[in-house]
């Protein structure tokens, strides 16, 4: 079962920690139909003590721990502050040392927003790439002139450390830990469920000390840009070992090596993802993407994209337009 906190201070942004919330529990759900209902995480939330704590929007929300009684989690998260984030800041201090031992403890920490300033405050930033609330940009610069601060992401990991820039974006971050602990049919599920129209994936938001997937086999590097810039023709695996100068069984297994996935299933990921694009950004017809994607057979596209993305490609592209603004109709 996996841990999950997040801190309260009267400050918090109620959003910042009731979505990430209610994500993770619905993938909770989904995961434990294969397990005979039995709850796959268990979410607490934290105060300086178990007493009320009424945030600045008036709301009022009871702690499940002490910040003491935490146990080692998985993952700790840092609400967004409300305004300015120093005041926050300086209530929390007796509490930071905390942020390191659960990071040291193996704990992913996530700030939203401001949080951030919270774990530069803490230590855990320096050197280290970093975002916050654009609004806060020069403030935070100024205060910690030792972090990398990244204006043009809304995601950061360095390490166990991530910081988003936004509500929206900790929805990113939580499909893709979705993703890692339940797999893929769980993280496309709960994306359709919760927003698909505005969601980017964490490879595309996130900047990263060292990028998810990233290797140092350049040979498999070269086979992979091979793959993206040849993706509307017909693709042979036995032909791309042979290009990359391997044996078909060596280049599977050094491929698997690298990237975690075989040839054909990442050769799949990529065909979905362009045509995951091209539904969202296009008028093209469901046989003209699947042509684009290399796929001849329409039949066989929806089948694979259904198994992938838990809908058909037409239902696909009615949830990401329904709620998309269309900026040539604005007056």
Known sequence: MYRIAALLYPQALATSFTLPMEILHAASQMASVGQRGKAQLQFQLAGASRQQVTLRSGLTVKPDIAYGDLPQLDLLLLPAIWRQPLPTVRHMQPWLPLLGDQARGGARICSVGTGSFLLAEAGLLQGQPATTHWNYFQAFARRYPQVDLRT?????????????????????LMVHLIE???????????????????????????YQNEPEGAHHDEVIAQAQQWLQSRLASPISMEALAARVDLKPRTFNRRFKKATGLTPLAYLQHLRITNARDLLRHSNLDVGDIALQVGLQDVSYFCELFGRHCGMSPLRYRQAVRGKLFDAGNAP
Do not use: M
Not at 183 to 196: D, K, M, T, Y
């Open 152 to 172: 043009h992401h809304l995601i950061t990991q360095s390490d166990n450390i991530y910081c988003v820039g936004s509500v929206n974006s900790i929805a990113d």
């Open 180 to 206: 890692e602990w339940f797999g893929s049919n769980i993280a496309r599920a709960i994306e359709n469920q919760f927003s698909p129209e505005i969601r980017r994936s964490f490879k595309a938001a996130a």
